[in-house]
């Protein structure tokens, strides 16, 4: 049986049993990661203990096949775990999202690699989808060397996902498509990190810039890029039946739409018990922060149904949407973001002078709504994007 909870004083959707199930494990963890939120704030990466108890209730592997030791929860229920803990510490979520997004790689690749990964070593696996680098072809292999940016959650990984150019004697090899990519994955040892995450937001991620130098890496342990854009092949451990590429965005997303809603709550609790200078009331009291509230709470009720909706059409429809459900799935994900953004920005000005100190939650969701609408999954582009398609050209990633 699902039940109905309240949110900001609307009803919100029923919430199935696995999700309240989750949502409890999340529970167990909140005084930790409130606890440690300022230190990985200023340390510019998430404490081991905080990694390490999401690691232990199975949250860093919550949308990886049980046949791998993850725990294949609905696309749903993912999203909404990662909803709270953006209330609670958006560098958390956002490196527990890339451990969703890269775990779904675990469908392409073949069974022993992906039981290795996921199963064998406890560590997160992480790394970008951008192919910075590039892979020359060897027998058996690649040999594999590069830069890349963004390595969120660095600190605690095991195995790195490195995206490559795939080379034939320095030649760049060409597809019908393109220039082909692989994802590439290598052991911590193989990885250099470089100190570079110096951000105004998301500074508890880590997401510093990482270097591989002639690595070589087993066929076994990449993935055609090109894959990515359809459902991976049917097989028994498969996770999801939908592409990488279209179910990724939902991490991000989730992210976003969290830290609106902390937002929106922590000025609630602060318009209570605050009185302007010279103002003869709180700002509870203001009609026009009423009015502008109100606005704020139903973008956000709205931006939720919108997203759970996409959600549900991603999982039916995985295996056969094609470019009309990518298109959804990039446009839901600009829609949220935009709608995050503007929500936080309103409630940032509302406060006042109030919001420009670093004690305050609405100057760090002002800083890391910011910098986690520049991830490309949600950039103003797929407007762009989707719209040549919406009017009979091609879906593009870019142009």
Known sequence: M?????????????????????????????????????QADHARVTSRAVMETLRDLGVTRMWVSR??????????????????????????????????????LADYLPEPTSRKLFKDHPGLVIGGVNPTGRAEAVDGGYLLSGTWGFASGSAHADWFVCAALVTDGGR???????????MLFVPRSDVEI???????????????????LDSFVPDDFTVRGADMLRPPAERQSRAYAASYY????????????????????????????????????????????????????????????????????????GETGGDALSALVRLTAATVAE??????????????????????????????????????????THFEMAGQYLTGGELQMRR
């Not at 909870?5 to 529970?27: D, F, N």
């Open 194 to 212: 470089q100190d570079t995450w110096y951000t105004i937001g998301l500074r508890g991620t880590g997401s510093n810039d990482y270097k591989v």
């Open 246 to 317: 279209d179910f990724g965005p939902f991490t991000s997303t989730s992210t976003a739409l969290g830290i609106a809603q902390d937002a929106l709550e922590s000025f609630k609790t602060l318009a209570e018990g605050k009185t302007p200078a010279a103002a003869g009331t709180t700002l509870a009291r203001s009609h026009t922060v009423q009015e502008k509230l109100a606005r704020a709470e139903m973008r956000l009720y709205t931006a939720r149904l919108l997203l759970a909706d996409s959600a549900k059409k991603t999982i039916e429809y």
């Open 67 to 104: 046949e791998f030791g993850g725990g294949q929860v609905s696309l749903e229920t993912g999203s909404a775990v990662i909803q709270a803990l953006a209330r609670l510490d958006a560098s958390v979520a956002w490196q527990i999202g890339v451990q969703g997004a890269i775990g779904r």
């Open 2 to 38: 699902n039940s109905v909870s309240l949110e900001g004083g609307l009803p919100r959707a029923a919430v199935s049993k696995e999700t309240q199930e989750w949502l409890g494990r999340i529970e167990k963890i909140t005084p930790l990661i409130a606890d440690r939120r300022a």
């Open 172 to 182: 760049v090899r060409q597809s019908a498509k393109g220039p082909e990519t692989r």
């Open 339 to 380: 709608s995050a953004v503007e929500t936080v920005d309103t409630l940032y000005r509302l406060a006042g002078a109030s919001s420009i100190y670093t004690t305050s939650r609405l100057e760090r969701c002002f800083r890391d709504v910011h910098t986690a609408v520049k991830h490309i999954t949600l950039s103003s």
